[in-house]
Structure formats: C-alpha cells, structure tokens
C-alpha cells in the first residue's frame, strides 16, 4: 500500500504578474492550483492571455518540481504560502530558497 502523506497547500499570497490570465487586481491568483516547474522556480500555471480564468477563491500550489528548495517535500510545497514575481517572460516564486 503507498504511503499517504497529508499536508496543506501552500497558499499563494500574492503575484504581481498582472497579465496571467489567472490574476485577479494585479496582486491575487485566482488558478484553484498551480504547478511550479524546476529545475527553475516558475509557474508552470502561467498563462498570457486576454481572456480571464480561475475560481472565486485564492490560488494555491498544487505541485513544485523544485527539488532542491527547502521547502519542497515529495515534490510538494510544505511553505505557510508563496510569493510569486514576475522576472523576464516568466513567473518566479520569491519564496524559494535553496538547501
Ligand atoms: S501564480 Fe502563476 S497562475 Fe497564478 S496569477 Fe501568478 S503567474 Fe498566474
Ligand atoms: S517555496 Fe519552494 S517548494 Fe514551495 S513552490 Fe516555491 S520553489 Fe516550490
């Protein structure tokens, strides 16, 4: 039988990426999870797009492939919750840090 590991999804507290489609007043994530991609710390979720998505509620990471943060645990995000900041063409979370 696998091993079930519980945790909280890390809650995303602010983006300042105000052309994804997901953000909502240029401050707030509005995708119901998103994916951090490695080996970089981007949102994988990012979407440049005129048209607006996501849920009436604030975004959360769903899964991180940063393994060498020290907050990932089993490919997921054991952070309170994360900043995300766009940097070049791409959304980076603020909250990595290295091991
Ligand atoms: S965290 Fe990612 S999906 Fe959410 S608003 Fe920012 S860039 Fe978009
Ligand atoms: S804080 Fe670390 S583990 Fe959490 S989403 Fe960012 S890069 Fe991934």
Redesign the pocket.
């Known amino acids: 039988m696998p091993t079930s590991v519980t945790m909280q999804m890390a809650v995303?507290k602010s983006?300042n990426?105000a052309d994804?489609s997901?953000?909502k007043h240029g401050n707030e994530?509005h995708?119901m999870a998103?994916t951090i991609g490695g080996p970089q710390p981007y949102?994988d979720?990012?979407l440049r797009s005129s048209s607006k998505g996501g849920v009436d509620q604030t975004?959360a990471v769903g899964a991180c492939k940063v393994e060498n943060c020290k907050f990932n645990k089993n490919l997921e995000c054991s952070a309170d919750g994360i900043d995300?900041v766009a940097s070049g063409n791409n959304?980076k979370c603020q909250t990595f840090s290295a091991r």
Request: charged share 0%; aromatic share 14%.
């Open positions: 995303i983006c990426v994804c997901y953000n994530c995708a998103i949102c979720t990012y975004g995300v959304a």
